[in-house]
């Protein structure tokens, strides 16, 4: 669930021309994990989802932007603020599905001084995955698997214990009673390598592959996005998704594994502006 900011890259090769059906399905599966949260509000132009448990982790309180029209920031936060007061979050967190249709809204964010991130939307259609590399399932989620997930959001710049705290709590609580799966890489049997992944409404979410520093160059990363892969098609998931940052490193190696680029979505994390 901790997730990285991707920056936008300008040099992208472009994305295939049916993104918009490609998204529909990833849309499904957003829509079936924000209703494992407290709340989900469904507005004109999306829903707002909030959670009381979890005030300190965006992932639980944010706004879903779904309009393929434009939409104005004054709108969208109408809608948000409030939620944002009521659950005592003090980050406003908007996720844009079609950012090409709502250009305005991301304008007027731009101008605000809000950062806006892209991620890549990476989509694999169920084919037989080949394993390789030695992964192993977690099983027990005990204080020393939840040290490594805690030292693992370093590297997603996640460093803040209360922001950490939730981040276990939502893992524990909410995503593996749902199905979320863990699995790594160990070398004397600690975990140097993790990734994990969830099947909800027929859909696979591929999610935390990382591997720390110094196991890199190793082939973990890709090893266990194979697992995660060939788990979820097993589940009998007819996609898989995931996200990567666009232009990097990692978005190549999952197209060497299946993965195909589908389009981009764009997201901001900021303090709440009053009027």
Same mark, same amino acid.
């Given at each position: 669930?901790?997730?990285?900011?991707?920056?936008?890259?300008?040099?992208?090769?472009?994305?295939?021309?049916?993104?918009?059906?490609?998204?529909?399905?990833?849309?499904?599966?957003?829509?079936?994990?924000?209703?494992?949260?407290?709340?989900?509000?469904?507005?004109?132009?999306?829903? $707002? $989802?909030?959670?009381?448990?979890?005030?300190?982790?965006?992932?639980?309180?944010?706004?879903?932007?779904?309009?393929?029209?434009?939409?104005?920031?004054?709108?969208?936060?109408?809608?948000?603020?409030?939620?944002?007061?009521?659950?005592?979050?003090?980050?406003?967190?908007?996720?844009?599905?079609?950012?090409?249709?709502?250009?305005?809204?991301?304008?007027?964010?731009?101008?605000?001084?809000?950062?806006?991130?892209?991620?890549?939307?990476?989509?694999?259609?169920?084919?037989?995955?080949?394993?390789?590399?030695?992964?192993?399932?977690?099983?027990?989620?005990?204080?020393?698997?939840?040290?490594?997930?805690?030292?693992?959001?370093?590297?997603?710049?996640?460093?803040?214990?209360?922001?950490?705290?939730?981040?276990?709590?939502?893992?524990?609580?909410?995503?593996?009673?749902?199905?979320?799966?863990?699995?790594? %890489?160990?070398?004397?049997?600690?975990? $140097?390598?993790?990734?994990?992944?969830?099947?909800?409404?027929?859909?696979?979410?591929?999610?935390?592959? %990382?591997?720390?520093?110094?196991?890199?160059?190793?082939?973990?990363?890709?090893?266990?996005?194979?697992?995660?892969?060939?788990?979820?098609?097993?589940?009998?998931?007819?996609?898989?998704?995931?996200?990567?940052?666009?232009?990097?490193?990692?978005?190549?190696?999952?197209?060497?594994?299946?993965?195909?680029?589908?389009?981009?979505?764009?997201?901001?994390?900021?303090?709440?502006?009053?009027?």
């Amino acid at each position: 669930m901790i997730t990285a900011r991707r920056a936008y890259r300008s040099d992208l090769p472009p994305v295939d021309s049916r993104a918009v059906a490609e998204l529909e399905p990833l849309l499904r599966y957003w829509r079936a994990q924000d209703d494992l949260f407290e709340r989900v509000d469904v507005t004109p132009w999306g829903a $707002v $989802v909030s959670d009381a448990r979890f005030p300190d982790v965006h992932e639980g309180n944010y706004a879903r932007v779904e309009a393929r029209r434009q939409v104005s920031l004054a709108d969208v936060e109408s809608f948000l603020l409030p939620a944002l007061e009521r659950v005592r979050c003090e980050r406003v967190h908007v996720l844009l599905f079609h950012p090409e249709d709502t250009t305005e809204l991301l304008t007027e964010a731009s101008t605000r001084g809000e950062r806006i991130a892209w991620d890549l939307v990476m989509c694999s259609t169920g084919e037989a995955v080949e394993l390789e590399g030695s992964t192993e399932e977690i099983r027990t989620f005990d204080d020393a698997f939840w040290r490594i997930y805690d030292a693992s959001g370093a590297l997603f710049d996640v460093e803040d214990q209360s922001v950490l705290a939730d981040y276990q709590a939502i893992e524990r609580d909410v995503m593996i009673p749902a199905g979320r799966r863990w699995f790594a %890489v160990l070398d004397g049997g600690r975990p $140097v390598a993790l990734s994990s992944v969830v099947v909800l409404e027929g859909i696979g979410f591929v999610d935390h592959v %990382v591997t720390f520093p110094g196991a890199r160059r190793r082939g973990h990363a890709t090893a266990l996005a194979r697992r995660a892969l060939a788990e979820a098609h097993t589940a009998g998931a007819g996609r898989t998704y995931l996200l990567a940052e666009p232009g990097g490193v990692a978005a190549k190696i999952y197209e060497r594994i299946g993965f195909r680029p589908v389009t981009q979505i764009a997201s901001w994390i900021g303090t709440i502006h009053t009027r």
